[in-house]
Structures are given as structure tokens and as C-alpha cells.
């Protein structure tokens, strides 16, 4: 990692909290801390990495601003994770995107469904976007199947290309150190699922200010379930398709739909109350820098949500064209913006997690 200023004063106020270790119960960081004497650059990305911006050690910090001492963890590794997501980002100069991603993320949001809209328009006949379809096969007389497959697998592969390459470079960076038990992968996958480092040692974040509440862990579940259904409905939607040739759509109480359905309200119950807490949260332990790019991914999961759950609605009706090209656009541009934006976030605290696993079992 390199030397920059965000790594030096990381660096300074790790050291200062080294000497305190006030805050050791809160959260994996300073257990991780504790380990260490020097901190490196690859350290200290570790460390922002193993940080879920839950703002216990800043609420609880005597040397918080307006101390002399400035300590405000949350602000400094927040910008720091978004320097590694830089730095790591696969090919090599993409990582120039993670600046204004705020202006590239809601770029693709607005382009992405327009050029998908604009394609179906001179791919199909325009007369099937406007009118009810129904029956087997009714959404590939609107959006052929093989352009689906190719820009949506097209830009779904590239993404997991992309984010796989950043992950080996990312590992390479901070790490070095072979997986030899599955015990520590049990463990990170555990605390992943759980997010257990957004408990506040038990107590809960500190997600608008001072008090303690489990809001932001539960909202970040159910965007994170719900997207995780989403994608559980694309894969048996296709099982049904290449296996066992149910072709959509699906009656509404089929696996796909349902999966789909409650994937889709778990996002944007997520996205809304995710998006909510940002206005009101207490402003000086956030990178501000940060806010538009974040903001923008919210604004896109919840676009992507909301247009599924509308085509679900009104896909016996004239709407459904239209509405098939926005909502396949939105996925599309969301697939290319994704090695680029806060969702890589996922990645790297993984993998930070895992890190964290294996030098508790060697300490
Ligand atoms: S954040 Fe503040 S209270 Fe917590 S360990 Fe660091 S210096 Fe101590
Ligand atoms: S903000 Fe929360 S997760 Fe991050 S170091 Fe502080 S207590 Fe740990």
C-alpha cells in the first residue's frame, strides 16, 4: 500500500490508540491493533478493512475532536478503505474511477436502462414494447433471450473477473499467507454473515450518535438477503429454463418469483433505511469524500429493486416492455460499475476477516 498521507495519520492515531486500548472490546480492530507494535501500510489497510464504520470508538474516544489528538478512527479508516479499493482495483487504472464515484455510479444509473431502452427499440419491434404480452416466452419477445444472456452473463462475468483479480491482489498486498484450516474461513464466514462487528462488543453501533441502536445492522441484513435472494431467483429461474425447460414467466408462487419478490422488498427496505440514516447521521466521524459514491450505489440497489418488484407487478400489462429494458439496463450498468464502486467493500472485509482469523489462531 502505498505511503500516502491517509496512511500516515492512520498510522498516528493507531499508534495513540495502542497505548489507550480503550475501545479493545468493540470491535476486531484493536484485538488487531493489539498485535502489533509497527504499523506498516499493509497493516494499516488491514485494519481499515477489519472496520465496519460503526462509530463505537469515536463516540467513546476522550480524543475525539476538538482534542488536540484529532482521534476520529472511523472518518480515517473509511478513506483509507477507499484508497485500497484504488489501489487494488483490477485493470490496474481503473482505480482512478474510485474518484467521483459519485458522478460515475449515477452516470451509469441514468445511461445504462436509456441505452438498454434505445437497443430494444431497434433490436425488437417497437410495436411489442407497448403491448401486452403473455404466455411462454412473453419477456424474449421484447428482450431476445440471447441478448440477456450475453450482456447480462457478459458484464456479470467480467465483474467476477474483475472483483476475483482485486481480492488476489488485495490478499497479496496486506496478507501472504496461505489458508491451511478451514477453521479461520468458518470463522470469517460466520462473522460475515452475522455481522457481528457491527454489534459494538453487544451493545449495538452508534449509527445517528451517541446512543446505541442495531438499526444499521439489521437494515444492512436486509439489503444484503434481499440481494442475496435476488440472485438465488436469477439462478433458479435459469435452472428452470436449461434444465428442465420452464421457461418464464413463472406463476407467482413459483421459487423464482417468490425469491425474487421478497429479495426485491429485503432491498429496499435496506436501501430506504440505509439511505435514511445517512441524512441524519452525526456528520464528523463520515468521510464526507465518500458520501456521494455510497449514496449513488444505495440510490442504484434500491432503482434495481424497485423496477423488478414494478415489472413483477404490471407484466401482464403494456408496461412490461418498457419496464424489462429500465430494469435490465439498471442490472447491466449495475454488473460494470460493481468492481468499482463501495460493493467491493463485501470483498475486502472478508478477506480481512479471514486475515484477522488466522493471527488469532497463531498469536
Ligand atoms: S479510539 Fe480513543 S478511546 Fe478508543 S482506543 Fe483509540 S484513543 Fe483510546
Ligand atoms: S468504527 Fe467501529 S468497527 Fe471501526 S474501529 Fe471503531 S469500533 Fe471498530
Not at 460503526?54 to 480515517?76: D, E, L, R, S, V
Not at 491482489?169 to 452475522?194: C, H, M, N
Request: net charge positive; hydrophobic share 50%.
Amino acid at each position: 500500500m502505498s505511503e500516502t498521507d491517509t496512511v500516515v495519520e492512520a498510522r498516528r492515531q493507531m499508534e495513540i490508540c495502542n497505548a489507550c486500548r480503550y475501545c479493545e472490546g468493540y470491535c476486531a480492530v484493536f484485538p488487531a491493533m493489539a498485535m502489533r507494535r509497527e504499523f506498516t501500510g499493509a497493516d494499516l489497510t488491514h485494519l481499515a478493512n477489519l472496520c465496519h464504520g460503526c462509530k463505537g470508538c469515536y463516540h467513546a474516544c476522550q480524543y475525539a475532536p476538538p482534542h488536540a489528538f484529532g482521534i476520529n478512527i472511523p472518518q480515517t479508516f473509511a478513506t483509507l478503505r477507499a484508497e485500497s479499493y484504488a489501489e487494488f482495483a483490477w485493470p490496474a487504472g481503473m482505480g482512478g474511477l474510485f474518484e467521483r464515484n459519485g458522478t460515475l455510479v449515477t452516470a451509469v444509473a441514468v445511461l445504462a436502462p436509456v441505452l438498454a431502452l434505445l437497443l430494444t427499440m431497434a433490436l425488437a419491434d417497437p410495436a411489442t414494447l407497448y403491448t401486452a404480452q403473455s404466455g411462454v416466452g412473453a419477456f424474449f419477445r421484447v428482450v431476445p433471450y440471447w441478448l440477456i444472456i450475453t450482456l447480462a452473463g457478459g458484464s456479470f462475468g467480467f465483474a467476477l473477473l474483475a472483483m476475483g483479480q482485486g481480492a488476489r491482489r488485495y490478499w497479496r498486498g496486506t496478507a501472504q499467507k496461505p489458508i491451511t484450516s478451514p477453521a479461520p474461513v468458518a470463522e470469517a464466514a460466520f462473522d460475515i454473515l452475522t455481522l457481528r462487528n457491527l454489534g459494538g462488543g453487544g451493545h449495538g453501533c452508534n449509527d445517528v450518535d451517541d446512543s446505541f441502536s442495531a438499526t444499521k445492522r439489521w437494515l444492512h441484513q436486509a439489503m444484503f438477503g434481499g440481494f442475496m435472494l435476488c440472485f438465488a431467483a436469477t439462478t433458479t429461474g435459469a435452472i428452470f429454463h436449461h434444465f428442465l425447460g420452464w421457461k418464464s414467466p413463472h406463476a407467482f408462487l413459483s421459487l423464482p418469483v417468490q425469491l425474487g419478490f421478497w429479495g426485491g422488498i429485503g432491498m429496499l427496505i435496506g436501501t430506504t433505511g440505509l439511505l435514511w440514516l445517512k441524512t441524519v447521521t452525526d456528520p464528523v466521524p463520515v468521510a464526507k469524500k465518500l458520501l456521494g459514491g455510497e449514496y449513488a450505489m444505495l440510490g442504484l440497489l434500491w432503482l434495481i429493486a424497485a423496477s423488478g418488484l414494478l415489472l413483477l407487478g404490471l407484466r401482464h400489462t403494456g408496461a412490461m416492455g418498457v419496464l424489462l429494458a429500465l430494469h435490465l439496463g439498471l442490472v447491466i450498468g449495475f454488473f460494470l460499475v460493481m468492481p468499482y464502486s463501495k460493493m467491493v467493500h463485501g470483498i475486502y472485509r472478508g478477506l480481512a476477516l479471514l486475515r484477522h482469523a488466522q493471527e488469532k489462531r497463531a498469536a
